[in-house]
């Protein structure tokens, strides 16, 4: 069973990578850290490092707002992630 975040979020309806003309971690730019894969919280748009990264601004961002479900910015990754239920899904 999908989650209640996931559920609803279609190719129609999320937040698409094409909408970035370039691809950063909004957070590392400020404080000139690294990142290693990045994600896009799909509630309100922020480009933000995954957990394999030094800051894993994506997984800080969700503990701070509650914004629960990026995707994956990564070309070729058509995945969502939902932080409080730990579900995966591909679109
Ligand atoms: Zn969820
Ligand atoms: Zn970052
Ligand atoms: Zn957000």
């Known amino acids: ?3 209640q975040h996931l559920n609803g979020l279609t190719l129609e309806n999320l937040i698409p990578k094409a909408n970035y ?4 971690c909004e957070e590392c730019l400020l404080i000139n850290g690294r990142w290693v ?6 509630t309100c ?3 933000l490092c995954c957990d394999s ?9 969700y503990e701070e707002t509650g914004h629960a479900v990026v995707s994956s910015a ?3 990754e058509d995945w969502l992630w939902c932080y409080p ?5 591909v679109y």
């Not at 003309?21 to 950063?24: E, K, Q």
């Not at 239920?85 to 899904?89: I, R, S």
Request: positive net charge; hydrophobic residues 25%.
């Open 1 to 3: 069973m999908l989650c």
């Open 21 to 24: 003309p370039t691809f950063r």
């Open 37 to 42: 894969h990045l994600r896009i919280c799909q």
């Open 45 to 47: 748009g922020k480009m």
């Open 53 to 61: 990264s030094e800051h894993q601004h994506a997984r800080y961002h």
């Open 74 to 76: 990564e070309l070729g």
């Open 85 to 89: 239920d730990e579900q995966q899904k």
